[in-house]
């Protein structure tokens, strides 16, 4: 690593470290508490307070945060060009959540090393950097830590903040203006998500190096191969609707609506919260009948009755999407809104169906209806009315899914060019 450098933090971040070294002596013991609610793993408490639990590779280290799992999986391909361009540089990804350590221990690539970041005392981030010694710290999204981020580059680690998203609950930055500035100034390389969030950095006094949306890359998702010849096999000659990363009451919104769909379809619900499956079943039952239910963590299997399958198990997301060529994603018909990334089901060639309220993926959504590959809908008449088109139509059918494939395979390009942003940010082979 380079020397370290010496950095003026201003009053307010001054204060803020005070703050937490004193609440520091405290941090043990809420971790303890958080572990017993499951917030936490216990046998891994060390690492949130930046004692290790694996050795340092030797050489070049490449560190990689991300908040939880959304975060951690757009990481991925970013990941994957950082291996293909410098094979030789070890690389580290962080998360605070237990979810992302279960989710990335199946998706990280062979040699990546996970860890619980470090929570954002001094006492804890001296001791997390003193161990891994990164030579580049890259951040995703808003994961803006001042302890964290203000010690790597004192540290001598470059800095990249990519995919930023800074919205307007960040303008309580605004009372702070020299504290978001120092932070902001702490990286050599920001790539903005984002027109809203380069045109927030520029506010703030940072300095904008290019966009770069995370979200719209990814390698599409595994799949087991024998499992989905069966489940075909179970679904027939059926259409199947997938409706993914649903969030309640959007279940009953969907299911009154197959009801009447013509054709007798098969909806695969795949909730954002797996561990709502049986409530689903339950609430489907009511409404459809308990013979046209089936629950797929019960080993409940599809059969010529089965309208609604409740796929409530983890990582099998992409078995679902292979299914269909069409899916419906939650998150966009409330009271929960925001919308979820619809370019998962666009890379396994399934065209989207969503609600109106996609604020987090506002553009994505945009672009990609405006391409012929996704269809944003009111409410429910807008949702029964696009499904009964796409069902009776063939050919719209499929134009659809190809709409929608061939818009998420054009987002890669994205990659190539933030990898040529950061390169002159590596060490040198």
């Avoid at 361009?85 to 998360?95: G, K, V």
């Avoid at 969503?354 to 012929?372: K, Q, T, W």
Wanted: aromatic content about 4%.
């Amino acid at each position: 690593m380079r020397e370290p450098q010496s950095l003026a933090r201003p009053l307010s971040l001054r204060a803020y470290r005070a703050g937490a070294a004193a609440a520091s002596v405290l941090a043990p013991a809420i971790l303890r508490a958080r572990a017993r609610r499951g917030k936490e793993d216990p046998e891994r408490l060390g690492e949130r307070l930046g004692r290790s639990s694996v050795d340092r590779p030797n050489g070049h280290l490449a560190w990689l945060h991300g908040a939880s799992v959304g975060e951690c999986v757009s990481l991925l391909p970013l990941i994957g060009a950082l291996r293909d361009e410098r094979p030789d540089l070890a690389i580290l990804l962080t998360s605070g959540t237990r979810a992302s350590a279960e989710v990335m221990a199946r998706r990280m690539p062979a040699g990546v090393i996970h860890q619980y970041a470090p929570i954002d005392t001094p006492g804890a981030v001296a001791r997390f950097l003193e161990h891994w010694r990164p030579w580049l710290g890259i951040f995703v999204e808003s994961e803006l830590w001042p302890n964290l981020v203000l010690g790597a580059r004192a540290e001598g680690a470059r800095l990249a903040l990519v995919s930023a998203r800074l919205t307007r609950k960040t303008d309580a930055w605004r009372a702070s203006p020299a504290a978001i500035a120092a932070m902001l100034g702490s990286f050599d390389v920001i790539l903005a998500q984002d027109a809203e969030t380069e045109r927030r950095v520029l506010a703030f006094g940072g300095q904008s190096t290019g966009r770069l949306n995370l979200k719209r890359l990814g390698a599409p998702l595994p799949v087991d191969s024998g499992e989905l010849e069966r489940l075909r096999a179970a679904a027939g000659d059926r259409t199947v609707i997938a409706a993914v990363s649903t969030h309640a009451p959007e279940e009953r919104l969907i299911a009154a609506v197959a009801r009447d769909l013509p054709g007798d379809p098969l909806i695969v619900f795949a909730p954002r919260h797996p561990e709502r499956g049986p409530r689903i079943a339950a609430e489907l039952s009511q409404a459809l009948g308990p013979e046209a239910v089936a629950l797929r963590s019960a080993g409940e299997p599809i059969t010529p009755a089965t309208r609604a399958y409740v796929a409530d198990t983890l990582n099998e997301l992409g078995l679902f999407l292979r299914l269909t060529r069409l899916a419906i994603v939650g998150k966009s018909f409330g009271p929960e809104t925001g919308g979820h990334n619809p370019l998962e089901p666009a890379r396994l060639g399934a065209g989207v169906i969503s609600g109106p309220a996609v604020a987090n993926f506002a553009d994505i959504y945009s672009e990609m209806a405006a391409s012929g590959g996704a269809i944003i809908v009111e409410d429910g008449a807008g949702l029964s009315e696009a499904l009964a088109t796409l069902i009776g139509d063939e050919e719209r059918l499929a134009t659809l899914a190809r709409a929608a494939l061939a818009f998420a395979e054009d987002q890669e390009g994205q990659l190539g060019a933030a990898l040529a942003v950061l390169r002159p940010l590596l060490p040198k082979a």
